[in-house]
């Protein structure tokens, strides 16, 4: 029996206060915020960071001092206590209009319509307004709840469990290529331009500097209106990128194979021009959204080593700078195929995703000599430079590989950096008997 975790999402609440109402919430958020600042303090002086320590310490005073209740109080110092978990080095001061933590001690959902919000004056019936989306999974809210302050207008972030489906058993892989020029390309040759975020952004970049450029107090005005804007835009079209692939892995029963691309801002290099555009490239988040929303409806996700994706040929599996021509262009010197680079990129990373499993499933009937070394090998320390792969299933179990998969020779060789080679470019070519051809 298998037991696959909850996933949490965040719902967002708006609400919806009146003028008295948004007074004392403003009023009750500035004594929170004051409280659990004073509470940081008086641990990191005393150097002590846990939540009984701090409690002992100053909980009498936050009731006096700042006119919590004592809920309040016990959740302003669970606030300084979880920035303490992350770092001990610095005393922490919260904004005044920071996040307000409500557990069910300090609010109520009274049905879909309102909630029940403990204030310093009391309970206040706060009414609630959100979307579709939020209403098919209210029920589903329980525990607590963020109350957050954003331009103006209230919030409720309130965080909740959806059982993800388990895995299907997929025999294929739909590969993602991610990029700047386009956003995201697949194995089947559908591209998702990032020309309309790139045309946002330096419109933005613009109308930014225009208003700096002025300095006048209308012009602020502008400017705060304006913050966050391209972001916004950004993450929806992750959103609408993210949905579309997820649901072509659904409705054709394949995998998503994805490329890791952690690290590569501080191991590439870019010209000045480029660095405003590299460094709002939010590939991090399109990655999140393909994961949880592919979760969701039970599609595998597999992310593989992007290494020399771009450079090697998706059907013959020679790899050479001088194959990428220009950023769209592929022409592979060995058998003259082309295509779009990014596509050819893609069916690469969909054949390290179809390959990953034989290589895996070749390191455990493997038996290298003595046994120490197999724990050596586990860790990537070490690589034999023989293995006896001699293993009938292997060809039966990944028969139904791409054909670009089934051309290459898996092989250990990681040259000290414990990952797998692919490419023809670095696999030897080995007797039948010593690698497995899938």
Known sequence: MSYVAPMKLTLQLRLLPDAAQRGLLLTTLEHFNAAASFAAKIGFEAHVFSQASIHQRCYRTLRDRFGLSAQMAVRAIGKAVEVFHRDKTRCPVFRPHGAMTYDERLMSFKGMAHVSLLTLEGRQIVPLVFGEYQRERFDRIKGQCDLIYRKGMFFLYASIDLPPKPPVEVSEFLGVDL???????????????????????????????????????????????????????????NHCISKALVVTCKDTGRGLALENLQGIRARTRFHKAQRARISGWAFRQLRTFLEYKAALVGVPVDVVDPRNTSRTCSRCGHCEPANRKSQAAFVCRHCAASLHADVNAARNIRARAACKPALELARAVAFPSPPASRAAIGHGRCAPSVWRYAEPRLHARFAGAPPAARRLLCRWDDGGQGQPAFTRGRAQALPDSQAVRL
Not at 202 to 212: D, E, I, T
Not at 214 to 229: C, D, E, I
């Open 179 to 237: 990029g700047i020029a386009n956003l995201a390309v697949d194995s089947d040759g559908r591209q998702y331009s990032g020309a309309p975020v790139e045309k946002v952004r330096q419109r933005q970049h613009r109308l930014r500097q225009r208003l700096q450029r002025v300095g006048t107090k209308g012009a602020r005005k502008k400017l705060k209106r304006l913050s966050g804007r391209e972001a916004r835009f950004r993450r929806h079209e």
